[in-house]
Nanobody, 118 residues
Framework: QVQLVESGGGLVQAGGSLRLSCVAS????????MGWYRQAPGKQRELVAR???????DYRDSVKGRFTISRDIAKNTVYLQMNSLKPEDTAVYYC????????????WGQGTQVTVST
């Protein structure tokens, strides 16, 4: 079993920055993809960025050039650096660790609120 704890959310003005962190406890040997998702009120949860065990990254178009996902394997931690934040980035951000080939390995954090004011 893997437990995920996110931190780093908060209130920031448009144009500002935040860094989200997600620390995993438990065995993550079966995990091959780590990602950040977000869900705004009244909208579906959407993928923001992901990074594979091999280090490949993928971003949704609206955050390319502004957000950077990274990981610290020794600390079992994945980060999301968010720069040039916009009001439309406001959402609850969730960390996800999964194995894309084995469905039972799919873990979520509790979420952290990010609010970007104008």
């Amino acid at each position: 079993q893997v437990q995920l704890v996110e931190s780093g959310g908060g209130l920031v003005q448009a144009g500002g920055s935040l860094r989200l962190s997600c620390v995993a406890s438990g065995s993550i040997n079966s995990i091959n993809t780590m990602g950040w998702y977000r869900q705004a009120p009244g909208k579906q949860r959407e993928l923001v960025a992901r990074i594979t065990s091999g280090g490949s990254t993928d971003y949704r178009d609206s955050v390319k050039g502004r957000f950077t996902i990274s990981r610290d394997i020794a600390k079992n931690t994945v980060y999301l650096q968010m720069n040039s934040l916009k009001p439309e980035d406001t959402a609850v951000y969730y960390c996800n660790f999964k194995n894309i080939y084995v469905r039972k390995y799919d873990y979520w954090g509790q979420g952290t609120q990010v609010t970007v004011s104008t």
